[in-house]
């Protein structure tokens, strides 16, 4: 059972947009540590995709973007491309367990 | 440009303890905190621990019984063992470097099977 909670699958057309959420609690996004999001594409390790919540790390498109709010965060892919197919992940820090932490994974699936 | 690869066994014995090297190349481990990261075929990703070339050291409270995470400075690597190790221990193991939170930077991952 991960800490941090993402919806398993989401689905969308190429061109549209998509959200994916990571809700948390008070020890880990809620207390206001960063959140961060990997790209797993099939067969591959993560990749870094947004860190400290919104940056986008050198030779990621723009199309992908992150916010944070409360105890949940949020990354969005707009102009969905057939090559964001993948596995996304979000991490964040927790005091609770002192340590670091994922959530569960979310399969986007471009129609 | 740094570089990580992971290396060891691909099938350990129930019981037994695994053991996995990371060779860090194109920056030095002392700059850094490094990470090693599970994830079982067809799941989620779980942080072991992670260690800073320092010694200093922090385990998965899950695992923490099992696992001990070590650096050699003089061969820029770092290393894993999981004693007692089960089925549900069967996974890819992946390093990563660890900036400040994240994890920028990581291997491309070895599968160890836990069987007889």
């Known amino acids: 059972q991960s800490v941090l909670t993402q919806p398993p699958s989401v689905s969308g057309a190429p061109g549209q947009r998509l959200t994916i959420s990571c809700t948390g609690s008070?020890?880990?996004?809620?207390?206001?540590?960063?959140v961060n999001w990997y790209q797993q594409l099939p067969g591959t390790a993560p990749k870094l995709l947004i860190y400290?919540?919104?940056i986008r790390p050198s030779g990621v498109p723009d199309r992908f973007s992150g916010s944070k709010s409360g105890t949940s965060a949020s990354l969005a892919i707009t102009g969905l491309q057939a090559e964001d197919e993948a596995d996304y992940f979000c991490q964040s820090y927790d005091s609770s367990l002192s340590g670091y932490v994922f959530g569960s994974g979310t399969k986007v699936t471009v129609l | 440009q740094v570089q990580l690869q992971e290396s060891g066994p691909g099938l350990v014995k129930p019981s037994e303890t695994l053991s996995l090297t990371c060779t860090v190349s194109?920056?030095?481990?002392?700059?850094?905190?490094w990470t090693w990261i599970r994830q079982p075929p067809g799941k989620g990703l779980e942080c072991i621990g992670y260690?800073?070339?320092?010694?200093?050291?922090n385990y998965n409270p899950s695992l923490k019984s099992r696992v001990t995470i070590s650096v050699d400075t003089s061969k820029n690597q770092l290393s894993l063992k999981l004693s007692s190790v089960t089925a549900a221990d069967t996974a890819v193991y992946y390093c990563?470097?660890?900036?400040?939170?994240?994890?920028?930077?990581w291997g491309q991952g070895t599968l160890v099977t836990v069987s007889s």
């Open positions: 260690i800073y070339y320092s010694g200093f050291t």
């Open positions: 194109g920056d030095s481990i002392s700059n850094y905190y």
């Open positions: 400290a919540n919104s």
């Open positions: 990563a470097r660890s900036n400040r939170g994240w994890f920028d930077t």
């Open positions: 008070s020890s880990n996004i809620g207390a206001g540590y960063d």
